[in-house]
């Protein structure tokens, strides 16, 4: 590995490690939050990491849980039954709506404006 800067690091420790999820859209979203200013690199990778981890346990409780066994599917209703049946994903239900239209959405958005963060 050529350099010992800390990105080069973190790139290399992410493509070993077997990272999944764009790194660069997970410090997007952190940076998204008025708390952060600025995001260490192994910070990230760990967040990145821990966050894959998480939507697989979400995924995999789901489709345990779930109507789709049979057929090895996942449906969205499966996803919103495990978070309202199950203890451990109470904490999604203010951010898991049953349902929503693309329509509503934009309509939501449109009320409720996300300020651009300075950076």
Do not use: C, W
């Not at 049979?70 to 199950?86: E, I, W």
């Not at 709506?97 to 958005?109: E, W």
């Amino acid at each position: 590995m050529s350099g010992d800067n800390a990105e080069d690091k973190v790139h290399h420790a992410s493509n070993s490690k077997g990272i999944s999820l764009p790194m660069t859209r997970v410090k997007l979203i952190m940076k998204s939050s008025p708390d952060v200013s600025s995001i260490n690199q192994e910070a990230l990778l760990i967040t990145t990491k821990a966050t894959e981890l998480f939507v697989q346990y979400l995924a995999l409780s789901s489709f345990n849980n779930g109507s789709g066994k049979d057929n090895k599917t996942l449906l969205y209703s499966d996803l919103a039954n495990t978070v309202a049946g199950t203890e451990t994903f109470q904490f999604l239900t203010d951010i898991l709506p049953k349902k929503i239209f693309a329509r509503d959405y934009l309509k939501l958005i449109e009320e409720n404006p996300i300020e651009e963060a300075d950076n």
